[in-house]
């Protein structure tokens, strides 16, 4: 049982370069949920999903793009990258949202991207 | 918006002593708080969580007080050790809505 798994850990991308951040749990999840995490800041979310087939916005959703085709899987793509993406991003997963405590949300090791 | 926030960015403290990180929450009607721990290069790990019908809640070593009137959420660490040089999360929730982090707060635990 890995728990949640990203990758790359790190990135380096050119300004316009696309990419994908890939994530997957192998604990039959059905919420996953990208955040990323500025230097000093809490954890912003940029979308979530609610289970296969099913995506939402966060709070910071511009510039991103997000699909789930399977339970397992919840990738986040960046079309066109700018500076301002420059970020740590976390992606996580728990079992029931509407009965969510924090002891049910698992989190990976995080990816460091870097546009320069 | 709402927002998490907290009153320390930076909590330095010897190994043994009692440690105190604070956080005021704006949203009265969050109902459920948690706080991560987040150690170098790792994501947050759950610590303890507070309902709000609740004031008080201890777990190993760490305490969260919740005073709802002020709106304001602490976690005590008992006799830190360096092992809890990390940054601390307070996240709150509202009904089904999504957790909202806070910023951080730095401690750092001298031997």
């Known amino acids: 049982n890995a728990g949640v798994t990203q990758t790359p850990k790190f990135r380096i991308l050119k300004i316009g370069q696309s990419m994908t951040l890939q994530c997957t749990q192998d604990m039959n999840h059905n919420y996953m949920y990208w955040y990323r995490q500025d230097p000093g800041m809490g954890l912003k979310l940029i979308y979530y999903s609610v289970g296969a087939g099913i995506t939402d916005k966060g709070e910071v959703p511009n510039g991103y793009n997000v699909s789930r085709s399977t339970t397992e899987d919840f990738p986040l793509r960046l079309e066109l990258a700018a500076p301002s993406q420059t970020s740590v991003y976390f992606c996580?997963?728990?079992?029931?949202?509407?009965?969510?405590?924090?002891?049910?949300?698992?989190f990976g090791e995080g990816s460091w991207l870097t546009v320069v | 918006g709402e927002s998490v926030g907290l009153h320390l960015p930076t909590l330095s403290v010897q190994e043994g002593d009692n440690s105190i990180i604070n956080c005021a929450y704006s949203?009265?009607?969050?109902?459920?708080f948690i706080w991560y721990k987040q150690e170098s290069g790792k994501g947050p790990q759950f610590i303890i969580d507070i309902r709000s019908n609740m004031d008080k809640r201890q777990g190993q070593r760490v305490t969260v007080l919740l005073n709802k009137t002020v709106k304001h959420l602490s976690l005590q660490i008992a006799a830190t050790q360096p092992g809890d040089s990390a940054v601390y999360f307070c996240a709150e929730k509202t009904g089904f809505q999504k957790l909202v982090f806070g910023t951080g707060t730095r401690l750092l635990v001298s031997p």
């Open positions: 949203n009265s009607a969050s109902d459920y």
């Open positions: 996580a997963s728990s079992y029931l949202e509407d009965r969510v405590s924090g002891n049910t949300i698992y």
